[in-house]
């Protein structure tokens, strides 16, 4: 699907027209052509009416209300501005997608590559808060940097299993253009779900998606908790379920998180700056693939993001 698709807007005789496509540069010509026979027209009956060269006054009862003619106003075209369509993003997962009180979360560093690259883009889902894991406050808005669009779809503890809201649902209200899922470590660490199993809820979150917009774009987010027992297995899975996928028509990639470490987390599980930085980095690569434009840097140095 191609994302980032452009209106165009053409003013004619002061009247601004927002049309879906815009007009070929034969179109055009012909158009200009038009206007330009139109006005030599005109000025040689301006000569034959005066007989001196001078136009006639015209009538206040029917020249000056005269309905307006398309081909002499079009060559009063105004220079095409082409506007560009924000493509809505939907971050759907769970502790490591919301992020906790005092995180910048990785959907703030996956916004920042966005911004830099000059991408239209509009990040969609019901939530816009954080976890506070000291509190257990499920509404805290303690972000290191607001100045974001905090807008998404996830929960600490949610898992492919037991979804807060049906993915059709999502689809229909929420309209978006790529769905980027990052689901699955709950099922296989607390649930204790096999990684083929795990893999299977998650073509049918594919397929769901689908059902309600044919043409979604869907990334699937490798797990970066390499360390933890089938997550090697099942973002194997992964990789080969988005080449099985993908078509033209709706792309379906992996982000690689690959290089992941304990290291890259604050308590074993969850990011610190420097993993928020490499999640957002393979997410920004598989927007990419798909035609989203992203700027990244190195995700060595957080501090740079």
Do not use: C
């Not at 106003?73 to 809505?88: F, G, I, K, M, Q």
């Amino acid at each position: 699907m191609a994302h980032g698709a452009k209106r165009w807007a053409i003013a004619v005789a002061g009247t601004l027209v927002v049309v879906g496509i815009p007009f070929g540069a034969a179109a055009v010509e012909r158009i200009s052509e038009q206007g330009a026979a139109t006005e030599a027209a005109a000025a040689e009956g301006a000569d034959v009416a005066g007989g001196t060269g001078e136009t006639a006054a015209p009538s206040p009862t029917t020249d000056a209300f005269e309905p307006l003619d398309p081909q002499a106003s079009a060559s009063a075209e105004l220079p095409v501005e082409p506007v560009e369509t924000p493509t809505r993003i939907m971050l759907l997962g769970d502790s490591v997608t919301q992020g906790a009180g005092g995180d910048w979360t990785w959907r703030y560093r996956l916004a920042r590559t966005l911004d830099r690259a000059g991408t239209a883009y509009d990040f969609v889902g019901p939530r816009q808060v954080l976890y506070d894991a000291l509190t257990q406050d499920s509404t805290s808005t303690a972000y290191l940097d607001p100045a974001f669009d905090q807008d998404h779809v996830a929960r600490w503890g949610m898992t492919l299993a037991e979804q807060d809201f049906p993915v059709t649902t999502l689809v229909t209200d929420l309209r978006p253009d790529v769905l980027v899922e990052m689901l699955g470590v709950n099922d296989l660490n607390h649930r204790g779900d096999d990684p083929a199993v795990v893999t299977q809820r998650v073509r049918q979150l594919v397929a769901d998606a689908r059902a309600v917009s044919p043409t979604v774009d869907v990334v699937l987010v490798e797990l970066p908790q390499t360390w933890v027992e089938g997550v090697d297995e099942f973002n194997a899975f992964i990789r080969q379920m988005a080449l099985e996928l993908d078509t033209p028509e709706a792309r379906v990639v992996s982000a690689s998180t690959a290089g992941a470490t304990i290291a890259h987390t604050r308590d074993g599980m969850h990011p610190n700056a420097d993993g928020e930085v490499l999640i957002a980095d393979g997410v920004a690569r598989a927007l990419q693939r798909i035609g989203v434009p992203t700027q990244r840097r190195s995700p060595s140095a957080s501090l740079r993001y």
